[in-house]
């Protein structure tokens, strides 16, 4: 069964800095690129960041460039995303998703349930 | 930048019902267009890609339509654990961005 689990979420100050991780099972995560999407609290998705298999191709969004960075351990089944400079609004649930290529672009097809990352003085 | 809207930004119905959910898309996105079901306290879960191919699992009475910039998705008969808000995705101008539409909220 594919399975992606968040982790490292936490309670930061306005300035601080958190590490997230995400753990994939059930399949292969060095054949797979790989997006980070969060959500703000009772608001929709947004899309953070993206990472292809070897890590040659990553991008983020504009709200987080120049403070986040995303990477991966493909030895380690594992992706990650450090955040710096953490403001107010990074305030979310951040989601680790695999992403599927289709055409021009890429949809994710497996969820994982999610970290949440507040960020309060 | 391409900006995805939705419409509206509330359904009611009642299960049985027909739902039909709009997205609309500010430049022409081919088909490369994918929709999200997502549950209160759950993860998104990705039910429709390619404009209208369903994803491994979901039922029949989910179908996708549409191409450019107008798009559909249409729930025949609402069921129960239907209700649930729906988020639409572009992906043709990749990248930079995946940007999602704000949400269609389904409820009762």
């Known amino acids: 069964e594919v399975q992606v689990v968040e982790s490292g979420g936490g309670l930061v100050q306005p300035g601080g800095s958190l590490r997230l991780s995400c753990a994939a099972s059930?399949?292969?995560?060095?054949?797979?690129?790989m997006n980070w999407v969060r959500q703000a609290p009772g608001k929709g998705l947004e899309w953070v960041s993206y990472i292809s298999t070897s890590s040659s191709a990553i991008y983020y969004a504009d709200s987080v460039k120049g403070r986040f960075t995303i990477s991966r351990d493909n030895a380690k089944n594992s992706l990650y995303l450090q955040m710096n400079s953490l403001r107010d609004d990074d305030t979310a649930v951040y989601y680790c998703?695999?992403?599927?290529?289709?055409?021009?672009?890429?949809?994710?097809?497996?969820w994982g349930q999610g970290t949440l990352v507040t960020v309060s003085s | 930048e391409i900006v995805m809207t939705q419409s509206p930004a509330t359904l009611s119905v009642s299960p049985g019902e027909r739902a039909t959910l709009s997205c609309r898309a500010s430049q022409s996105v081919s088909r490369n267009l994918a929709w999200y079901q997502q549950k209160p306290g759950q993860a998104p879960r990705l039910l429709i890609y390619?404009?209208?191919t369903r994803a491994t699992g979901i039922p029949a009475r989910f179908s996708g339509s549409g191409s450019g910039t107008e798009f559909t998705l249409t729930i025949s008969s609402l069921q129960s654990e239907d209700f649930a808000v729906y988020y639409c995705?572009?992906?043709?101008?990749?990248?930079?961005?995946?940007?999602f539409g704000p949400g269609t909220k389904v409820d009762i």
């Open positions: 995705q572009q992906y043709n101008n990749w990248p930079p961005g995946l940007p």
């Open positions: 059930g399949f292969t995560l060095r054949g797979y690129s």
């Open positions: 998703a695999r992403a599927i290529w289709d055409s021009s672009g890429y949809y994710s097809d497996y």
């Open positions: 390619g404009a209208s």
